[in-house]
Protein backbone atom coordinates (compact mmCIF):
# COMPACT_ATOMS: atom_id res chain seq x y z
CA UNK A 1 0.00 0.00 0.00
CA UNK A 2 2.84 2.77 1.03
CA UNK A 3 6.38 2.66 0.07
CA UNK A 4 9.48 4.48 1.50
CA UNK A 5 12.27 4.88 -1.07
CA UNK A 6 15.92 6.66 0.33
CA UNK A 7 18.29 7.89 -1.65
CA UNK A 8 21.72 9.76 -1.06
CA UNK A 9 23.43 7.29 1.29
CA UNK A 10 26.97 6.35 0.49
CA UNK A 11 31.12 6.90 1.26
CA UNK A 12 32.24 10.05 2.56
CA UNK A 13 35.28 11.51 4.16
CA UNK A 14 35.32 12.95 7.72
CA UNK A 15 34.47 16.19 7.69
CA UNK A 16 32.35 15.83 4.39
CA UNK A 17 28.20 16.23 3.67
CA UNK A 18 25.47 13.82 2.61
CA UNK A 19 21.94 14.75 1.46
CA UNK A 20 19.70 11.86 2.24
CA UNK A 21 16.35 11.53 0.97
CA UNK A 22 12.77 9.93 1.28
CA UNK A 23 10.16 9.81 -0.97
CA UNK A 24 6.64 7.98 0.53
CA UNK A 25 3.81 6.72 -2.34
CA UNK A 26 1.17 4.63 -2.16
CA UNK A 27 -2.48 5.04 -0.84
CA UNK A 28 -1.82 7.83 1.26
CA UNK A 29 -3.84 10.56 2.41
CA UNK A 30 -1.72 12.72 4.77
CA UNK A 31 1.79 12.10 6.81
CA UNK A 32 1.84 13.53 10.20
CA UNK A 33 5.82 13.03 11.56
CA UNK A 34 8.17 11.95 9.41
CA UNK A 35 11.78 10.90 10.64
CA UNK A 36 15.26 9.62 10.18
CA UNK A 37 16.89 7.03 11.83
CA UNK A 38 20.01 4.98 12.47
CA UNK A 39 21.34 1.53 13.13
CA UNK A 40 25.29 0.18 13.31
CA UNK A 41 26.06 -3.02 13.38
CA UNK A 42 25.74 -4.22 16.77
CA UNK A 43 23.58 -1.60 17.98
CA UNK A 44 20.12 -1.06 18.35
CA UNK A 45 18.30 1.21 15.64
CA UNK A 46 18.34 4.86 16.91
CA UNK A 47 16.78 8.42 16.50
CA UNK A 48 18.56 10.85 14.45
CA UNK A 49 15.72 13.45 13.60
CA UNK A 50 11.75 14.01 13.27
CA UNK A 51 9.56 16.69 11.68
CA UNK A 52 6.09 17.09 12.07
CA UNK A 53 4.09 18.32 9.37
CA UNK A 54 4.16 21.56 10.52
CA UNK A 55 7.78 21.84 10.87
CA UNK A 56 8.79 21.47 13.92
CA UNK A 57 11.71 19.53 14.12
CA UNK A 58 13.62 17.33 16.95
CA UNK A 59 17.18 15.89 16.40
CA UNK A 60 19.05 13.21 18.84
CA UNK A 61 22.53 15.32 20.60
CA UNK A 62 24.98 13.09 18.69
CA UNK A 63 23.74 15.50 15.58
CA UNK A 64 22.44 18.61 16.90
CA UNK A 65 24.15 21.08 15.31
CA UNK A 66 25.21 19.63 12.48
CA UNK A 67 22.49 17.78 10.81
CA UNK A 68 19.25 19.67 8.99
CA UNK A 69 15.80 17.65 8.28
CA UNK A 70 13.34 18.77 5.89
CA UNK A 71 10.89 18.16 4.09
CA UNK A 72 8.65 18.86 1.22
CA UNK A 73 4.83 17.87 1.64
CA UNK A 74 4.13 18.26 -2.34
CA UNK A 75 6.18 15.94 -2.75
CA UNK A 76 5.47 13.60 0.42
CA UNK A 77 9.30 13.75 0.65
CA UNK A 78 11.79 14.07 3.55
CA UNK A 79 15.28 15.36 3.43
CA UNK A 80 18.58 14.64 5.99
CA UNK A 81 21.27 17.28 5.18
CA UNK A 82 24.49 16.24 7.57
CA UNK A 83 27.72 17.97 7.64
CA UNK A 84 30.73 17.38 9.27
CA UNK A 85 30.71 14.19 9.23
CA UNK A 86 32.30 11.37 11.36
CA UNK A 87 33.45 7.73 11.24
CA UNK A 88 30.71 7.30 14.73
CA UNK A 89 27.71 8.73 11.88
CA UNK A 90 28.61 5.27 9.73
CA UNK A 91 25.25 3.51 10.07
CA UNK A 92 22.58 2.19 8.04
CA UNK A 93 19.78 5.07 7.56
CA UNK A 94 16.06 4.22 7.65
CA UNK A 95 13.27 6.68 7.04
CA UNK A 96 9.75 6.56 8.65
CA UNK A 97 6.82 8.12 8.42
CA UNK A 98 4.09 8.05 10.26
CA UNK A 99 0.35 8.15 7.35
CA UNK A 100 -2.69 8.32 7.10
CA UNK A 101 -4.15 5.95 4.51
CA UNK A 102 -6.74 6.92 2.27
CA UNK A 103 -8.80 4.25 3.94
CA UNK A 104 -8.16 6.20 7.00
CA UNK A 105 -6.20 3.85 9.43
CA UNK A 106 -2.59 4.71 10.32
CA UNK A 107 0.53 3.04 9.91
CA UNK A 108 4.02 3.47 11.12
CA UNK A 109 6.35 3.02 7.49
CA UNK A 110 9.38 2.22 7.34
CA UNK A 111 12.24 2.36 4.05
CA UNK A 112 14.79 -0.21 3.07
CA UNK A 113 17.78 1.72 4.50
CA UNK A 114 20.74 3.63 2.69
CA UNK A 115 24.22 2.61 3.91
CA UNK A 116 26.60 6.17 5.07
CA UNK A 117 30.00 4.77 5.54
CA UNK A 118 32.35 7.78 7.20
CA UNK A 119 36.06 6.95 6.63
CA UNK A 120 38.97 8.63 4.99
Known amino acids: QVQLVESGGGLVQPGGSLRLSCAAS????????MGWYRQAPGNTRELVAT???????NYADPVKGRSTISRDNAKNTVYLQMNSLKPEDTAVYYC??????????????WGQGTQVTVSS
Open 51 to 57: ITSGGLR
Open 26 to 33: GSISSINA
Open 96 to 109: NAEIRLISRSYIHA
